[in-house]
């Protein structure tokens, strides 16, 4: 066994948050598993390792929070993504049958006639913000009509998500600003959405159709609710704009997509590796577990870094190169095991439809202001401007 390197890191400092990743290449190259003895919690670096600790949810469990702040873990319960089976299984299965591909599969339509027209309006315009005039809008729109969610309340949500990964941060500004925001989110799913105000026949009526057939308990069906406004929507928008962000910063890369779309899932795969939107969460060992010949003591707090996974060069080569023909699908943006993500199928089809219009309607744009927002979960982009310049 080989002692477990201790480093003097800030993962959450202002720095780390805007831009991780030169932080991520110096963990991996201390070690595979570090100790960081200021906050008390093992950080796991390369792609094995966290692929390893997410497919075994027996040793690193959910159950105790996938934060690293302990009043953020108790704030946020015991819903779906905080539990372990048999509680996740059920929570899971009711919102699996909404939300796997081939129901959703259905709504293609939808999803491609909303990037369409929302497209087709912006481009006319030549240039806007791609975060707060077309991310934002579509997938609020898009995942708020697929729930049933009002139009009421609406204006909140990117806050309220945004609130709701600052509090899986540890005790900081950030973590200590959002408590009120995701408490407002807290009660607007739990007090304000009763079943009456969502619509009949979308995913937030069935999840609460589920309680009252007795498939879940009546307690939970808001708390399902509330995972699709907590992680449905600002997710999807971070990966949005991450395509057009890297699309427009590598000319070389938009013309090989452009001129072959057959690589558009590989280009979303892609996007989704080198710039994925959750950076991190927790878990707790149920053991004393043994990770690439180092121990991590049983109860202690393991911090998965999906988006140093992403770049970890044994796994990805080169992997701080865009390149919209590597395909990697093995990578861990949804993560993997029971808590993958059950929206990567809606999110993937979000993405693709809104480059899809991308492709049709754009020869030539150009980027600037990108700005980086600080969230002690997510990496994303606040602004962007985004400017066309077809000829003609
Ligand atoms: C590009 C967009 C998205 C990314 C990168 C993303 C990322 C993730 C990741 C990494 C997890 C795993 C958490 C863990 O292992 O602890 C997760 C779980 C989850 N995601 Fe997503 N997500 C996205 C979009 C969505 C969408 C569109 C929805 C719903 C409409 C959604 C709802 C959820 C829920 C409810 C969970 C918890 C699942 C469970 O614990 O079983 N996400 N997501």
Redesign the pocket.
């Given at each position: 066994m080989t002692p477990v390197p201790s480093v003097d890191v800030d993962l959450w400092s202002d720095d780390v948050l805007v831009d991780p990743y030169p932080m991520y290449a110096e963990l991996r190259a201390v070690g595979p598993v570090v100790f960081d003895r200021d906050r008390d919690v093992f950080i796991l670096t390369r792609y094995d390792e966290i692929r390893r600790a997410?497919q075994d949810w027996e040793t690193f469990s959910?159950a105790q929070g996938?934060g690293v702040g302990e009043k953020g873990n108790r704030l946020a319960g015991n819903g779906?993504?905080t539990t372990d089976p048999p509680r996740?299984e059920q929570l899971?299965r009711v919102?699996n049958r909404q939300?796997v591909a081939q129901t959703v599969a259905k709504h293609q339509n939808y999803l491609e006639s909303t990037a369409a027209a929302l497209v087709a309006a912006l481009v006319d315009r030549k240039s806007f913000d791609a975060v707060t005039e077309l991310a934002q809008p579509f997938s609020i729109d898009v995942?708020g009509s697929l729930t049933g969610l009002p139009e009421e309340g609406r204006e909140h949500f990117m806050r309220w998500a945004d609130n709701g990964f600052n509090i899986t941060g540890p005790d900081n500004d950030l973590a200590r600003e959002s408590f009120g925001g995701f408490y407002e989110m807290y009660q607007y799913c739990f007090e304000f959405l009763t079943p009456g105000r969502l619509s009949a026949g979308r995913w937030g009526r069935a999840f609460h159709e589920a309680g009252s057939g007795g498939e879940i308990e009546p307690d939970a069906c808001a708390g399902l609710v509330m995972?699709?406004v907590w992680?449905?929507?600002d997710?999807?928008v971070?990966?949005i704009s991450a395509a057009l962000h890297l699309l427009g910063t590598h000319s070389d890369q938009w013309d090989r997509l452009r001129g072959d779309p057959s690589l558009m899932s590989s280009a979303i795969a892609e996007v989704?590796r080198i710039e994925?939107?959750?950076q991190r969460?927790t878990r707790v060992t149920t053991t004393d577990v043994e990770i690439s010949g180092v121990v991590i003591p049983e109860g202690a707090r393991v911090v998965l870094l999906?988006g140093s996974a992403n770049r970890d060069e044994r796994r990805f080569p080169d992997p701080d190169r865009f390149d919209v023909s590597r395909n990697p699908t093995d990578h861990l943006?949804?993560?993997r095991?029971?808590?993958?993500?059950?929206?990567?199928g809606?999110?993937q089809q979000?993405?693709r439809a809104v480059v899809d219009q991308w492709v049709a309607h754009v020869d030539q744009f150009e980027v600037s202001g990108a700005s980086w927002r600080r969230n002690n979960g997510l990496h994303g982009l606040d602004h962007l401007t985004v400017t066309i310049t077809n000829e003609d």
């Open positions: 997410v959910s996938v779906v993504l996740h899971r919102m939300l995942v995972a699709i992680a449905g929507m997710t999807t971070n990966a989704l994925p939107p959750v969460f999906f943006a949804f993560g095991g029971i808590h993958r993500c059950v929206g990567a809606l999110a979000e993405m």
